[in-house]
T-cell receptor, first 113, second 115 residues
Framework: GQNIDQPTEMTATEGAIVQINCTYQ??????LFWYQQHAGEAPTFLSY????GLEEKGRFSSFLSRSKGYSYLLLKELQMKDSASYLC??????????????FGKGTSLLVTP | EAGVAQSPRYKIIEKRQSVAFWCNPI?????LYWYQQILGQGPKLLIQ????????DSQLPKDRFSAERLKGVDSTLKIQPAKLEDSAVYLC?????????????FGEGSWLTVV
């Protein structure tokens, strides 16, 4: 099984930087994903890490440490439209569940003026 | 490229009634997933198909939920009879294969309210 933890809520100011942490304990691991979900909409893919280190994509970066079971999503130059839920998801190693994603409960980010 | 299509978008039913949701994945995607997302929580996998075969249905409440993907393209998820706790968004998703690294793309979801 998998246990994925992330903070429930965070608040940050427009233009600032925010880091959303995710810790996980898994029986198998084949990658960590971050998704963004606006209220009433589908989750949309943000990033994927399978090796240790930082992946940068414009204003968004994601970091992974497999030995620590830890990842974070870094959002820079926050904009009001970044207010959303951010979902951390771990991909199984396929031995039991065919590489499906297992999601945390999500972190609701509120960006204020 | 068209995304994952789902219908209906919204459904309200009484408990003990039945409901069916339909999903059309991204063209060419062999792997299809149904997730259940209860308000305030992350999506939970219900069932995963690879073409028309079931890969994982370990978290599907089989006494009331069923799903099929007969021709390896469209899929239907059925709930019969519905319970109050089934109120949730049912998200269909697809990926090109079930292999590691392939991104999963979600549809907009079917919102179910059971009263």
């Amino acid at each position: 099984g998998q246990n994925i933890d992330q903070p429930t809520e965070m608040t940050a100011t427009e233009g600032a930087i925010v880091q959303i942490n995710c810790t996980y304990q898994t029986s198998g691991f084949n990658g960590l994903f971050w998704y963004q979900q606006h209220a009433g909409e589908a989750p949309t893919f943000l990033s994927y890490n399978v090796l240790d280190g930082l992946e940068e994509k414009g204003r968004f970066s994601s970091f992974l440490s497999r030995s620590k079971g830890y990842s974070y999503l870094l959002l820079k130059e926050l904009q009001m439209k970044d207010s959303a839920s951010y979902l951390c998801a771990v991909r199984d190693d396929g031995s039991n569940s065919g590489y499906a994603l297992n999601f945390g409960k999500g972190t609701s980010l509120l960006v204020t003026p | 490229e068209a995304g994952v299509a789902q219908s209906p978008r919204y459904k309200i039913i009484e408990k003990r009634q039945s409901v069916a949701f339909w999903c059309n994945p991204i063209s060419g995607h062999a792997t299809l997933y149904w997730y259940q997302q209860i308000l305030g929580q992350g999506p939970k996998l219900l069932i995963q198909f690879q073409n028309n075969g079931v890969v994982d249905d370990s978290q599907l409440p089989k006494d009331r939920f069923s799903a099929e993907r007969l021709k390896g393209v469209d899929s239907t998820l059925k709930i019969q009879p519905a319970k109050l706790e089934d109120s949730a968004v049912y998200l269909c998703a697809s990926s090109s294969t079930g292999a590691a690294g392939n991104t999963i793309y979600f549809g907009e979801g079917s919102w179910l309210t059971v009263v």
